[in-house]
């Protein structure tokens, strides 16, 4: 449905609450090979129990805020959903960019979006995937922040440095701004310093972290937008107009993709009279590649951080994670071991920025794992592959309680399905078979079929494909829950 006829409601909250605006997109392709193109960081849980989305969202919850506004990629769109809903947070809206524009189109069509129904809504953007160890003094900080916004400022958030640190930018911090305590202006925006320049400027004392996070009304946001980047808020303007409500996401229009590709500090925080800085000490990391997260992480006696079935021996300072399978280390001192069903990756930690050539370098050379795991995540549970040979593939596939994957056929495989765990429902050319544990159908090729699990249970199933051709893409969809084509 048209974006105009959609029910105007920001939250149930008060009026007055604080907007949480999730950027959720990027790659984090530092992290790799964790982080992938089709599983980001975001998604992961790096550094707690919870998700680094869910970490996020749980940050701004509670009273004083509305229900979070996300913003993400069209591949993203369930992965968030189910996290948010995992989480418990409910009433959040997600809305869906046809191609990725960098954050200040993404913060642009979040602003329009809310401004018509709340005006004078205060926001607090912030990306999905940094951490933050003191959320206390994150919310002390925000409060500094709230009454910067309430006096017509677009504030941020200025980590106090406790390293030289090359991998952020930086804010040399002004005067104290008269009428709201605990905000300074902001003398001048700094890009990513050489060591020398960060060693200075942690000996000086006026140059904060620039942490990515703001607080701002909509009515001034737009405002500044307006006067500093025109086109970018053009084609918010227009995304919104033309967009459209799916399965409870709210998808932009193609006119998104006319914003140009440029930072919210470029575009507006570089530029603006009204910018403010709120100095701060939470913790906070962006967590950009494995050493900053070695640098966050319990560590042992030695100074070894460990996820996973790990071992070691006369091992110091390294960081090692493994998603399965035990990883031994061995007299290694520095060094970065992180262990997935179908990559392993091994660098020095003063090497951890150039992880991101690695996955560029087999991105150029085709290799599939660069951007996809073997464990691939649809709106109904997940799949993997198992094996894989001459004419055959073999899939563990498992499906979430209450799903059903779309009504298909092939045009060049057949299926075997045998339940190991739940319970299937299987449509097979108008049949309705149910299957329970050790069980199993025979899927003809070109047969009508779907999936579904209707249990309380997860469904897991062991999927064998025969025939010419095996690829993704021999999928007709003849009818799909999930708006798919």
Known sequence: MPMSAMQAHTTDAPRDAIVPVILCGGTGSRLWPLSR?????????????????QETAERARGPGFAAPVVVCGEAHRFLVAEQLREAGIEGSRIILEPEARNSAAAIAAAAVLIGEEAPGVTLWIMA???????VPALLRALGAAAAAAAAGRIATFGIRPTVP???????????????????????????????????RFLAGGRHLW???????????????????????????????????????????????AQAPSVSIDTAVMERTSLAAVVPCDPGWSDVGNWSSLWDIAPKDAEGNATSGPVALLGARRCFVRSEGILSAVVGLEDVVLVVTDDAVLACHRDRAQDVKKMVEQLKATGRREATEHRRVYRPWGAYEGVALGNRFQVKKISVRPGRKLSLQKHYHRAEHWVVVAGTAMVERDGERILLRENESVYLPLGCVHRLENPGMIPLTLIEVQSGSYLGEDDIVRLEDNYGRA
Not at 43 to 48: A, T
Not at 128 to 134: G, H, N
């Open 165 to 199: 640190e090359t991998g952020y930018g930086y804010i040399e911090a002004g005067a104290a701004l008269q009428g709201v305590e605990g905000a300074l202006e902001i003398a001048r925006f700094v890009e990513k310093p050489d060591a020398a320049t960060a060693a």
């Open 128 to 134: 999905a995937d940094a951490a933050v160890q003191d």
């Open 37 to 53: 193109e089709g599983y980001p960081k975001q998604f992961w849980p790096l550094v707690s129990a919870g998700t680094m989305l």
């Open 210 to 256: 620039n942490s990515g996070m703001f607080v701002a009304s909509t009515a001034t946001l737009l405002a500044e937008l307006e006067a500093h980047a025109p086109d970018v808020l053009r084609a918010a303007r227009g995304a919104v107009a033309e967009g459209t409500r799916d399965l409870g996401f709210v998808r932009l229009g193609a006119g998104f």
